[in-house]
């Protein structure tokens, strides 16, 4: 099976522009989630979207949002780009299946998206 | 708030030593995974435990959960090149995926 991609990998703004980011899970999984790494905060979850509906979201501003169409496929968008939002956005999918009554929450990782805000 | 801590954040091993990263949980997983990420890369799963107490072992690798479900630890024994990234550990805190500041492992030849 292929694994997560996401597109654009590298990615060069300013300051106010948005930005669109795109996540192609691995075929058959339903649940995609979105986190930012950077050096000072480590990794931080974005959000969590299950057939189409969104079921976690993390502590970010509302400038950062999401979504998942009916392929399985995700995009985030960040609007009003701040210096800060400068860091790696990894996209991870997951089958989220039930063995043996214990929840599987393996993620794959994407190779990132890599956004620097001038 | 409610976090997942790692520590230590850097250790330096030369070839051969063992290696341990400790996980600490504000409160009880139902679950913990373990990723790796080398160098310029993206994490990668590891393993998951489940049950409290579990102990899962992979070739030099050891991954223990504690019997309360909030910590764990992964030891390496014989470290090797092919060893050096950074492990994270990482768990549901209130429904939220959370990840420890993962400890970066550095091997000296």
């Known amino acids: 099976k292929a694994g997560v991609t996401q597109t654009p990998r590298y990615l060069i703004k300013t300051r106010g522009q948005q930005v669109t980011l795109s996540c192609s899970p691995i075929s058959g999984h339903r649940s995609v989630s979105w986190y930012q790494q950077t050096p000072g905060q480590g990794l931080q979850f974005l959000f969590e979207y299950f057939s189409e509906t969104q079921r976690n979201k993390g502590n970010f501003p509302g400038r950062f949002s999401g979504r998942q169409f009916s392929n399985s496929r995700s995009e985030m968008n960040v609007s009003t780009l701040e210096l800060g939002d400068s860091a790696l956005y990894l996209c991870a999918s997951s089958l989220t299946s039930s063995a043996s009554g214990n929840l599987q929450e393996t993620q794959y990782f994407g190779p990132g998206t890599r956004l620097l805000v001038l | 708030g409610q976090q997942v801590m790692q520590i230590p954040q850097y250790q330096h091993v030369q070839e051969g030593e063992d290696f341990t990263t400790y996980c600490n949980s504000s409160?009880?997983?139902?679950?913990i995974q373990w990723y790796k990420q080398r160098p310029g890369g993206h994490p990668v799963f590891l393993i998951q435990?489940?049950?409290?107490?579990e102990v899962k072992k992979q070739k030099r690798l050891t991954f223990q959960f504690g019997e309360a479900k909030k910590n764990s630890s992964l030891h390496i024994t014989a470290t090797q090149t092919t060893d050096v990234g950074t492990y994270f550990c990482?768990?549901?805190?209130?429904?939220?995926?959370?990840f420890g500041r993962g400890t970066s492992l550095i091997v000296h030849p």
């Open positions: 990482a768990g549901r805190i209130s429904y939220i995926p959370t």
């Open positions: 435990l489940v049950k409290s107490g």
């Open positions: 409160t009880t997983l139902s679950n």
